[in-house]
């Protein structure tokens, strides 16, 4: 395994906008890998790349390339329908954050479950998607409400910023339910939420029946379905960062405040709030 990664055209502009390079692109994901790995390790992953940068095509991917280094891990999941396997990379270590990050793998999505179990999540996740309009305030306040329901079904929630439109609102899960029976749980949850506030949150899926309501997401929940991880970059101008935070930095906190520019610093000044997620396992109750 390589102990320092050659960049290649480390001076093509990723985010042409803000002269973001490949270069600086890699740099943050070698900075932040003692962070960002556990958040990586042991789950399939799916790609997000932009070889030419994010004002052109970029594109998903989850079989890992037969070009990738054999000291890169590899797993071999079964797809959904039942028919065939898909091949996907495990970013496991730094070397592999780096490796991939030079090849211009902008987004980090992993799986919901590990390799260890991938048919039992140790992870819910429901994402906020708020509506054109909506105003940061009432955002911030349905992750409370969330957080509130999550803490009352006697799981830990965890807030992350999306690097997006966003919130998402995470628990750590021990693994002894099924994706169908944590998503139903999920879903169940959610439709509480919206009874409470039919006329500010909703579940509907189709973006014209959503008004200016804001958006609970439990799709996520779901085998071979991903979320964003922590730390990682988005596609979007400026270089956004999905951001765990504290509940208590929810009030000045906006979805797009942490990004390559200052994720480092943040880090280097305080405490990684999703530090102790894994010691917060809990059972769905029953």
Not at 69 to 80: K, M
Not at 170 to 188: E, S
Not at 251 to 256: A, F, G, I, N
Request: glycine content about 6%.
């Amino acid at each position: 395994m390589p102990t320092d990664i050659a960049v290649s055209n480390p001076d093509k502009l990723l985010y042409p906008s803000d002269r973001i390079s490949k270069a600086d692109v890699v740099d943050y994901y070698r900075d932040i890998a003692d962070v960002m790995v556990p958040y990586l390790r042991g789950r399939p992953l799916t790609m997000h790349r932009f070889p030419d940068g994010i004002d052109a095509y970029g594109f998903y991917q989850q079989q890992a390339s037969e070009h990738f280094p054999d000291w890169l891990t590899v797993v071999e999941a079964p797809q959904r329908s039942g028919h065939g396997t898909v091949r996907h990379a495990v970013c496991d270590n730094a070397e592999s954050l780096v490796y991939l990050a030079n090849q211009a793998v902008l987004e980090f999505h992993t799986w919901l479950s590990t390799v260890d179990d991938l048919n039992n999540p140790d992870r819910l996740v429901i994402d906020l998607d708020p509506s054109d309009g909506v105003r940061v305030g009432e955002l911030r306040d349905a992750v409370r409400r969330t957080c509130d329901l999550i803490a009352d079904a006697g799981l830990v929630p965890f807030i992350q910023t999306t690097g997006g439109r966003g919130f998402h609102v995470a628990a750590p899960l021990d693994t002894t339910t099924t994706f169908d029976d944590v998503r139903a749980f999920a879903r169940d949850l959610a439709e509480r939420l919206v009874r409470a506030r039919p006329d500010r949150l909703t579940v509907e899926q189709r973006k014209n029946k959503r008004g200016d309501r804001i958006f609970l997401d439990t799709n996520r929940n779901a085998y071979g379905q991903t979320a964003v991880t922590a730390y990682s970059l988005r596609a979007r101008p400026g270089a956004p960062a999905a951001t765990p935070i504290d509940p208590n930095e929810l009030t000045r906190v906006t979805p797009q405040k942490y990004r390559l520019g200052n994720v480092r610093h943040r880090l280097a000044t305080q405490a990684d709030p999703w530090a102790d997620i894994s010691g917060s396992t809990r059972p769905i109750a029953s």
